[in-house]
């Protein structure tokens, strides 16, 4: 009986061990690798071959770069694959629509609706449980912001077609003004919210990651979020978005210490290659010329519309001792040169912003945000001594006559 009994005990347990290796072998043959992600869904409201955009940061090398890739509605789906470690935030875009989302490695599902995106599902991942508990939280902020997207962004439209018409472009910004400060006081709520939830759930693994968004909206002062930050557990601080919240809120402390050059104030030097391979120094200029820095991109509308202006500047003035300095805030090189070919450039200096490009996040190293150009196009005229003379967001006949009666006195 003894014996009977023992052989069958070992039979159940030989097949209990193999019906649980055969178990572990089926869920990795339907897994993803512990390094990559599948996401998977639909966009109800979106036509076939309409392209879907998914955004994220990667630490490589301990230098941050963004992640892009885009890909095409097909039979009302779409798909992305990529390589993380650990949960990291995304944007996933589509029209003037973003979505933010919590990508983990594994395979996940995601269904939006065009007409409310903010009310998207998305499974396969753990973290969803407490995005779902922030977003209950800011329905009401996100539905406000998702009605005011489509009209602010065909003011923009508007005030691009009619910027050589003063009276018009002047009442658009007016409208565009108000939409503005709504969105403002909206973004205000939403990192109000934003922050006292992850006072509330500090140990929430989306926690870092709502810190990095509120600072950099920099709606909220950044001591405050560096002391919410500084309550975070260790593990937090230690994860992908933990130390992507920390390098943001050092860069944002950094930025504030140092002081944006304004009218009367010496201009700060940079040194750049130029596409001649000459080095251009702003310093350099000094006791010789006039400096007249054109702040803008291949992408700007209003950058090429001012181009006809910056060549009658550089044709009446480069013989009386007016340098132009192009200063690209693009992020493409081909676009860059094919803007520069294409419109006539190359008859004063044309450099980048920063020093090389490429799809790295923190760039200590670029002009645009040594000269707070925000907004582009930007004008800075320096005079010969290296003050800074005017800054301008726009040249018309009263800009001319300043540069005209500066150069003439």
């Known amino acids: 009986m003894t014996i009977h009994f023992l052989a069958a005990y070992n039979l159940i347990i030989m097949k209990f061990v193999f019906y649980l290796c055969l178990s572990i072998c089926l869920v990795a043959c339907n897994s993803t690798a512990s390094d990559s992600f599948i996401l998977e869904g639909s966009i109800k409201g979106l ?21 892009a890739d885009t890909t095409r509605i097909i039979d009302g789906k779409f798909s992305f694959e990529g390589k993380i470690d650990e949960l990291t935030a995304a944007d996933l875009c589509f029209g003037n629509i973003e979505i933010r989302i919590y990508l983990e490695p594994t395979k996940m599902n995601l269904t939006v609706d065009k007409d409310c995106p903010y009310a998207y599902q998305l499974s396969g991942t753990r973290v969803e449980k407490e995005n779902i508990e922030l977003r209950k939280e800011l329905e009401k902020n996100e539905v406000f912001l998702f009605e005011k997207i489509e009209p602010v962004h065909n003011i923009i439209e508007q005030i691009n077609l009619h910027n ?3 009276s018009i472009r002047d009442s658009l910004m007016n409208i565009l003004d108000k939409y503005r400060n709504e969105l403002i006081a909206n973004s205000e709520q939403i990192d109000k919210t934003r922050l006292d939830f992850v006072s509330r759930y500090n140990t929430y693994q989306i926690a870092p990651d709502l810190l990095y968004l509120a600072a950099k909206r920099s709606l909220v002062n950044i001591d405050t979020i560096k002391r919410i930050y500084n309550s975070l557990p260790e593990q937090s601080k230690m ?14 402390v950094n930025q504030e210490k140092r002081r944006i050059p304004m009218v009367g104030d010496i201009a700060p030097d940079f040194i750049r290659e130029d596409l001649s391979n000459k080095i251009v120094q702003l310093s350099k200029f000094r006791n010789k010329n006039y400096v007249l820095l054109d702040f803008w991109a291949s992408w700007c509308g209003p950058c090429l519309k001012g181009i006809p202006i910056m060549k009658k500047i550089h044709n009446q003035y480069s013989d009386k001792g007016l340098v132009i300095v192009g200063i690209s805030c693009d992020d493409d090189k081909n676009n860059w040169l094919g803007a520069i070919d294409k419109n006539g450039l190359r008859q004063w200096s044309q450099i980048l912003s920063t020093q ?3 799809n790295s996040v923190f760039k200590e190293d670029d002009i645009s945000d040594i000269y707070d150009a925000e907004f582009i196009p930007l004008y800075v005229l320096v005079d010969k001594q290296g003050t800074i003379v005017a800054r301008w967001q726009h040249i018309g006949e009263e800009e001319l006559t300043f540069i005209d009666n500066l150069i003439k006195n």
Not at 51 to 58: A, D, Q
Not at 239 to 252: N, Y
């Open 47 to 67: 036509e076939d071959s309409e392209t879907i955009s998914l955004y994220y940061l990667s630490l490589q090398n301990d230098k941050w770069y963004e992640v």
């Open 164 to 166: 050589n018409d003063s």
């Open 239 to 252: 994860t992908l978005m933990g130390k992507l919240t920390d390098r943001k809120i050092e860069q944002i």
């Open 356 to 358: 090389t490009i490429d």
